[in-house]
């Protein structure tokens, strides 16, 4: 166990409204990343974070922004969510150290529903 | 960069049976390589993974893994399928030493039934 909480676990919203996704680490985890998840798609990263205040986009980062201001959470926001970021949201964090490279560790997801 | 592809979005298998997922990836680098599984309403975890030296690697649950460089496939294995093992599989990517192995490519996923 990681110690990574998401929150919430599911949102319902309507178009055009703003959403923000929190992730929490309690484990000094340096990586932090923000994946979806959407059949037939897999996995997709969206934006990630290698230190405080150090984010980079991913595959898929258009209409979401992050932030982390604190090593243990990294926030994913919708400014105006739209239908298509009807999504399952996975945080996850890898330590970054030596041995443990590719070792991420996930949460349990955020169901997000854009009407 | 670096991409993966899962051949067969759905496999079905007897409890017992072989299990074969496969998996190629594309790189341009030496690559990592790893495998993780997803069970219903949960998040991933690691089940194995390949970054160097011996390449069969052997993971959590009975699972292994034949990193083959010359066909570029990682295709993960278990001589005996069990109930348990149901669930979506995950093969990924990411550069290898030296570049930047903290940021994973995942596949679409591969769905595993297990039929008693």
């Known amino acids: 166990d990681a110690g990574i909480t998401q929150s919430p676990r599911h949102k319902v919203t309507e178009t055009g409204t703003p959403v923000t996704l929190r992730c929490h680490q309690t484990?000094?985890?340096?990586?932090m990343y923000w994946y979806r998840q959407d059949p037939g798609h897999g996995l997709r990263l969206i934006h990630y974070?290698?230190?405080?205040?150090?984010?980079d986009k991913g595959e898929v980062s258009d209409g979401y922004s992050v932030s982390r201001s604190k090593t243990e959470d990294f926030l994913l926001t919708l400014e105006s969510a739209t239908s298509s970021q009807t999504s399952v949201y996975f945080c996850?964090?890898?330590?970054?150290?030596?041995?443990?490279?590719?070792?991420?560790?996930f949460g349990e997801g955020s169901r997000l529903t854009v009407l | 960069a670096q991409s993966v592809t899962q051949l067969g979005s759905h496999v079905s298998v007897s409890e017992g049976a072989l299990v074969l997922l496969r998996c190629n990836y594309s790189?341009?680098?030496?690559?990592?390589l790893f495998w993780y599984v997803q069970y219903p309403n949960q998040g991933l975890q690691l089940l194995l993974k390949?970054?160097?030296?011996?390449?069969l690697v052997k993971g959590i649950n009975g699972f292994e893994a034949e990193f083959k460089k010359s066909e570029t496939s990682f295709h993960l294995t278990k001589p005996s399928a069990h109930m348990s093992d149901a669930a979506e599989y995950f093969c990924?990517?990411?550069?290898?030493?030296?570049?930047?192995?903290?940021?994973?490519?995942f596949g679409k996923g591969t769905l595993l039934t297990v039929n008693p």
């Open positions: 996850a964090v890898a330590s970054g150290t030596r041995g443990r490279a590719g070792e991420l560790f």
């Open positions: 484990e000094n985890h340096r990586y």
């Open positions: 974070s290698y230190g405080v205040k150090d984010t």
């Open positions: 790189s341009s680098v030496p690559p990592y």
């Open positions: 390949y970054t160097t030296g011996a390449t």
């Open positions: 990924a990517v990411s550069r290898g030493r030296g570049g930047s192995n903290y940021k994973l490519t």
